[in-house]
């Protein structure tokens, strides 16, 4: 029970206000996943960046087990399997970005869609920890079950041989 899990995987494009980006940041993510992903709405006002409430800016998807699994094997493969300590938090979840989509295996370049890059968030849990989410009397968790940034390093790699270490300035 004290064994951490991938509990979902996050990407997420930012788009702006740039419509034509958003639309290839969706071909992107549909491509590389095979799912469709959904539009993120803006909730503030920001008048130096031309948002708005209830404008579209960027789109993200979830997966979870075993597709999870899959993708971020992948998605770490873009990355030399190499993470830094400030990829991971203190409440267990691992958050890294991809600068090109075409790094990834199996994604192939369009010339239509340009050099994308994509921010992945990996959220780890442990065993038990459902009992924070159900409908019927939910539960705060126990520190014991929370997962710390000492347990993420080493799920990390135990399960996809990540080193960790600092980088160099």
Same mark, same amino acid.
């Given at each position: 029970m004290?064994?951490?899990?991938?509990?979902k995987?996050?990407?997420?494009?930012g788009?702006?206000?740039?419509a034509?980006?958003l639309e290839k940041?969706?071909?992107v993510?549909?491509e590389?996943?095979?799912?469709?992903?959904v539009?993120?709405?803006?909730n503030?006002?920001?008048?130096?960046w031309?948002v708005?409430p209830?404008l579209p800016?960027g789109?993200m998807?979830?997966?979870?087990r075993?597709?999870a699994?899959v993708?971020?094997?992948?998605?770490?493969k873009a990355?030399d399997?190499k993470?830094?300590?400030?990829?991971?938090d203190?409440?267990?979840?691992?958050?890294?970005g991809?600068t090109?989509?075409?790094?990834?295996e199996g994604?192939?370049?369009?010339?239509k869609i340009?050099?994308?890059g994509?921010q992945?968030? &990996? *959220?780890? #849990?442990k065993p038990?920890h459902?009992? !924070? @989410?159900?409908?019927a009397?939910p539960?705060?968790?126990g520190? %014991?079950?929370? &997962? *710390?940034k #000492?347990?993420?390093?080493?799920?990390m !790699? @135990?399960e996809?041989s990540?080193?960790v270490?600092?980088?160099? %300035?």
């Amino acid at each position: 029970m004290q064994e951490p899990r991938i509990a979902k995987l996050t990407l997420n494009v930012g788009a702006g206000t740039d419509a034509t980006r958003l639309e290839k940041s969706i071909v992107v993510l549909k491509e590389l996943t095979g799912v469709d992903p959904v539009k993120t709405i803006s909730n503030k006002r920001i008048p130096n960046w031309g948002v708005r409430p209830g404008l579209p800016v960027g789109c993200m998807l979830t997966l979870r087990r075993q597709p999870a699994r899959v993708m971020l094997k992948r998605l770490l493969k873009a990355k030399d399997f190499k993470l830094a300590p400030r990829h991971f938090d203190e409440q267990g979840n691992v958050s890294f970005g991809i600068t090109e989509y075409i790094d990834i295996e199996g994604a192939r370049y369009d010339p239509k869609i340009g050099m994308l890059g994509l921010q992945v968030c &990996v *959220t780890l #849990e442990k065993p038990g920890h459902h009992v !924070k @989410r159900r409908r019927a009397r939910p539960v705060p968790v126990g520190k %014991a079950q929370r &997962v *710390t940034k #000492e347990e993420s390093m080493g799920f990390m !790699k @135990r399960e996809f041989s990540v080193s960790v270490a600092e980088e160099s %300035a």
